[in-house]
């Protein structure tokens, strides 16, 4: 009889274990690592070298802008992103941190007048890539804050948020602990 219940235990601790070492993953635990990503690019015309590239701009309609390959803001300057609601329909808005802001202040004051090329990386391990927007700076933008329409779905956009307000959150307590 006791070789009988051994063998049970073992049994049952054979199907228990996997439960109990990977456990159930929520909906939340899985919200909470959706990453994205966000690149700004100033327009610039376009030249022989290889610092700049065009780029083609909206999936309908779509129109090529000629870019800086290298962002001047990322997601590292992002203090925190929010969908808004907009006339006829929605709009992202980016709040950046200090030198975000001071970085959108000098590129906007000095390039008035040209495109800023707004490119993201989100979904299940941020297969989905896409130029979200390429609105024209006709002022400069002192508070720190960049409000666009994308060119994106609103779920798309929430989990584009979600994303990156989780990237801003793990550098802020990384950023946070250096000090």
Request: net charge positive.
């Amino acid at each position: 009889m006791k070789f009988r219940l051994n063998r049970f235990n073992i049994y049952l601790l054979l199907v228990l274990a996997p439960v109990l070492i990977c456990g159930c993953q929520s909906p939340e635990s899985k919200k909470k690592r959706e990453l994205a990503s966000i690149r700004l690019h100033l327009e610039t015309n376009p030249d022989r070298t290889d610092r700049s590239e065009t780029v083609p701009l909206l999936r309908e309609h779509s129109f090529p802008v000629n870019i800086e390959k290298t962002a001047f803001i990322n997601e590292a300057h992002l203090a925190e992103a929010s969908v808004i609601d907009a006339m006829g329909g929605f709009a992202l808005r980016l709040k950046f941190d200090r030198q975000g802001t001071w970085l959108l202040e000098q590129y906007t004051a000095q390039y008035a007048g040209r495109r800023v090329a707004i490119f993201a990386q989100f979904g299940e391990k941020m297969k989905e890539a896409r130029w979200l927007a390429a609105p024209v700076m006709g002022r400069r933008v002192t508070d720190g804050v960049l409000t666009f329409t994308p060119d994106a779905t609103r779920g798309e956009a929430d989990e584009i948020v979600l994303g990156l307000n989780n990237v801003a959150k793990k550098l802020q307590d990384k950023k946070s602990s250096w000090e």
